[in-house]
């Protein structure tokens, strides 16, 4: 069985902060897919990024940065510099390769991030 | 592009009706995917279809059904709706896994329901 944890129920910053969003996540699969969502208060679900397994280069996109370890089964997520706007919740998820019922996400239950100004 | 659309945005319903959630996306996606959100729980998925004319369910499909019209559009049907089904509903879309850039899925806006 496959599962995303995310320790982090809730985090408040203050606005410039950087703050690093944790996900652990468990698959006995060797090739695989995560991903990063984003859903502010407005209720929509934003694709952030997909990682696959058998590629750890770490990824930037702005203020936006992801660290994956394949060793330790994490996928966490960094904003650095953090603005108002990146108040929102954020979900991990994980997917298993290939077709059939491969095709659910499984999601994290989600770290609501409050940024402050 | 709108990308994926729900319509209704809101509905209230009495226990023992009915109703159908409608889905649509305009990306040209093979598979599509109905998950409801419930407060602590994350998502789940409720049924999928990895291609027109196919449906599969998912993790929690009591209590509901699926149509899969055509290839952008993906029904949800409560058929005798319960408090339970209270929740937030969103359709998803993605391209055929194989396929380059496959695998993440869109979202819809999503629909918030609440059965009394």
């Known amino acids: 069985a496959q599962k995303v944890t995310q320790a982090q129920t809730e985090i408040s910053v203050v606005e410039k902060e950087d703050v690093t969003l944790d996900c652990v996540y468990e698959?006995?699969?060797?090739?695989?897919?995560l991903f990063w969502y984003k859903q502010p208060p407005s209720g929509e679900l934003v694709f952030l990024i997909r990682?696959?397994?058998?590629?750890?280069q770490n990824e930037i996109s702005g203020r936006y940065s992801w660290n994956f370890q394949k060793s330790t089964s994490s996928f966490n997520f960094t904003i650095t510099a953090s603005q108002v706007v990146d108040s929102a919740v954020y979900f991990c998820?994980?997917?298993?390769?290939?077709?059939?019922?491969?095709?659910?996400?499984?999601f994290g239950k989600g770290t609501l991030l409050t940024v402050n100004p | 592009n709108a990308g994926v659309t729900q319509t209704p945005k809101f509905q209230v319903l009495k226990t023992g009706q009915s109703m159908t959630l409608q889905c649509a996306q305009d990306?040209?996606?093979?598979?599509m995917y109905w998950y409801r959100q419930d407060p602590g729980m994350g998502l789940r998925l409720i049924y999928y279809?990895?291609?027109?004319?196919?449906?599969d369910k998912g993790e929690v499909p009591n209590g509901y059904n699926v149509s899969r019209l055509n290839k952008r559009e993906f029904s949800l049907r409560l058929e005798s709706a319960a408090p339970s089904q209270t929740s937030v509903y969103f359709c998803?879309?993605?391209?055929?896994?194989?396929?380059?850039?496959?695998?993440?899925?869109?979202f819809g806006p999503g629909t918030r329901l609440t059965v009394t």
């Open positions: 990682r696959n397994s058998f590629d750890e």
């Open positions: 998803a879309s993605s391209v055929a896994p194989g396929t380059s850039g496959g695998y993440e899925q869109y």
């Open positions: 279809s990895a291609s027109e004319g196919t449906t």
């Open positions: 990306m040209n996606h093979n598979s």
């Open positions: 698959t006995r699969d060797t090739t695989y897919y």
């Open positions: 998820a994980l997917r298993r390769v290939g077709g059939g019922s491969n095709y659910k996400l499984t």
